[in-house]
């Protein structure tokens, strides 16, 4: 059905479809397609303690307000992570902000952390029980004086509802996000944050998504500091704000985070690289072009214990789990393995 309408979908301005998918899952238009072959063996496994009969979840970036992780679970994502939320609500960058580069299976966003604030979004959760796993990305508001403390707030908030909390520290949109690549500012946020746990007296367990657009040193330099802060899980990797040489659609030029197949085997390269150096230590979650058995298989065999997509989603549709789901079966069964997770960094 979706590749019948996916050419009228794509007539639409990518922000108009997306709020359109929104609607279409929040008041159940969307049918649950993905009760078939639910608890197959091949996939199960656990994060965070939790059991999860798929290890394939839903980006943050496509459900930013918790609106509809429910419907994404009966879509047979194993987990969703809903985001990136701030402590204040803000519209974001000025529109258009969201290209749909079809050529090249890709999406160049510059959105700018819009969502509807920290207490408005607990709210609902706490009103919408979730069926599944979910994880919370958290970001700084765009004029904060003080970004550490906007995470702080953001844990506050939610770690009472949250299975996990990602900390966004990725986003190509948000300035000087990135300068928490450096090892110095990320060790003093990571600090914060377990400090804050601690009087909490929490245990939620922290993910630290990170760019695709770093380089060795620092890939080195940021194991140290997640280990060193005991932290959970790497989200490997945002959008990037380069490899562009090779797009072909014309809005290839637009400024903003890169998304998709063109950098698929950028982020795999990196998953590989990190899983070397955390030895099994933190659980590496791959995200980057991720539409297919194939894709998924690349970055397990990588390092990735999970993966997550949204772009995928997009130019596949709604049926993308039950899809990548299947392909990946015939990989798995032609190596002969009982689990997913026998692949893993092989």
Do not use: W
Not at 185 to 198: A, C, F, T, V
Not at 283 to 296: L, R, T
Request: aromatic share 8%; proline share 4%.
């Amino acid at each position: 059905m979706f590749s019948n309408l996916r050419s009228l979908i794509f007539k639409l301005d990518p922000e108009t479809a997306h709020s359109l998918a929104i609607k279409s899952l929040r008041f159940n238009f969307v049918p649950n397609i993905m009760e078939e072959d639910k608890n197959n063996p091949l996939f199960e496994t656990k994060l965070f303690n939790k059991n999860l009969n798929n290890p394939i979840g839903m980006a943050a970036g496509f459900d930013k307000n918790a609106e509809v992780y429910n419907s994404l679970f009966k879509l047979g994502f194993g987990f969703v992570e809903v985001g990136t939320i701030t402590p204040l609500k803000q519209y974001g960058n000025p529109k258009p902000r969201v290209f749909r580069l079809v050529e090249d299976e890709a999406l160049i966003n510059r959105l700018g952390f819009n969502n509807l604030g920290a207490k408005n979004i607990v709210e609902r959760i706490k009103q919408q029980k979730p069926s599944g796993l979910l994880g919370i990305n958290i970001g700084p508001n765009k004029d904060t004086k003080e970004k550490i403390s906007d995470y702080v707030e953001c844990l506050k908030t939610f770690y009472e509802v949250a299975d996990y909390i990602t900390i966004n520290i990725s986003s190509p949109n948000t300035e000087n996000l990135r300068s928490f690549h450096d090892q110095i500012k990320l060790d003093e946020l990571l600090q914060r944050l377990n400090k804050e746990k601690k009087i909490l007296s929490s245990k939620i367990p922290i993910a630290v998504k990170i760019s695709p657009d770093i380089d060795e040193k620092e890939i080195k330099q940021i194991s140290e500091v997640l280990l060193n802060n005991e932290i959970k899980a790497i989200i490997v990797s945002n959008t990037s704000d380069s490899t562009r040489d090779e797009l072909k659609n014309i809005q290839g030029h637009q400024k903003g985070g890169l998304s998709g197949k063109p950098i698929e085997l950028k982020s795999t390269k990196l998953i590989n690289k990190f899983y070397k150096i955390l030895n099994g230590k933190i659980k590496i979650i791959g995200v980057g072009g991720v539409d297919s058995g194939k894709s998924a298989y690349d970055k397990f065999c990588a390092g990735a214990n999970y993966v997550q997509l949204y772009t995928g989603m997009v130019f596949r549709g709604p049926n993308i789990v039950n899809l990548i789901k299947k392909e990946l079966e015939e990989l798995l069964l032609r190596d002969g393995v009982k689990n997913f997770s026998e692949i893993i960094g092989k």
